[in-house]
Nanobody, 123 residues
Framework: QVQLVESGGGLVQAGGSLRLSCVASGRTFNLLNMAWFRQAPGTEREFVAAVARYPFTTYYSDSAKGRFTISRDNAKNTVYLQMSSLEPADTGAYYC????????????????WGQGIQVTVSS
C-alpha cells in the first residue's frame, strides 16, 4: 500500500509563494500518475495539477495555469507543487493523489491519497 505524506503548507500573504511536497512510500512511485487537488470548506475537492508517470506530461486547471508548477523526482519518490502569485481563493486543504490509470481531473479515479495540508492565503 502506498502512503503519501504532504508538507510545505502554511499561511502566506496574497502575492506570495509556497512549495508543497508529497513523499510516497514504497517502490511503485514511478508507476503512478500524480496530482494535487484542493478543497475549501463546504466545497467539493477540485483538481489543481497533475504529472504523468512518463514522460512527465503536466496538466493544470485553468486557475492554476501560469501560476503553479507541478513536478516530480522519481529518485526521491516526491511530487512538488510550486505555487506563486497566490490569491485568497487558493485557500484550502491541498491533497496529494496517485493512481496508475486516471482521468486527470476526476478525484474518484485516484486510489492513493495523502492526509491533506492546509494552505491559507491572507488578503
Amino acid at each position: 500500500q502506498v502512503q503519501l505524506v504532504e508538507s510545505g503548507g502554511g499561511l502566506v500573504q496574497a502575492g506570495g509563494s509556497l512549495r508543497l511536497s508529497c513523499v510516497a512510500s514504497g517502490r511503485t512511485f514511478n508507476l503512478l500518475n500524480m496530482a494535487w487537488f484542493r478543497q475549501a470548506p463546504g466545497t467539493e475537492r477540485e483538481f489543481v495539477a497533475a504529472v504523468a508517470r512518463y514522460p512527465f506530461t503536466t496538466y493544470y486547471s485553468d486557475s492554476a495555469k501560469g501560476r503553479f508548477t507541478i513536478s516530480r523526482d522519481n529518485a526521491k519518490n516526491t511530487v512538488y507543487l510550486q505555487m506563486s502569485s497566490l490569491e485568497p481563493a487558493d485557500t484550502g486543504a491541498y491533497y496529494c493523489a496517485g493512481g496508475r490509470v486516471v482521468n486527470w481531473q476526476s478525484a474518484r479515479t485516484y486510489n492513493h491519497w495523502g492526509q491533506g495540508i492546509q494552505v491559507t492565503v491572507s488578503s
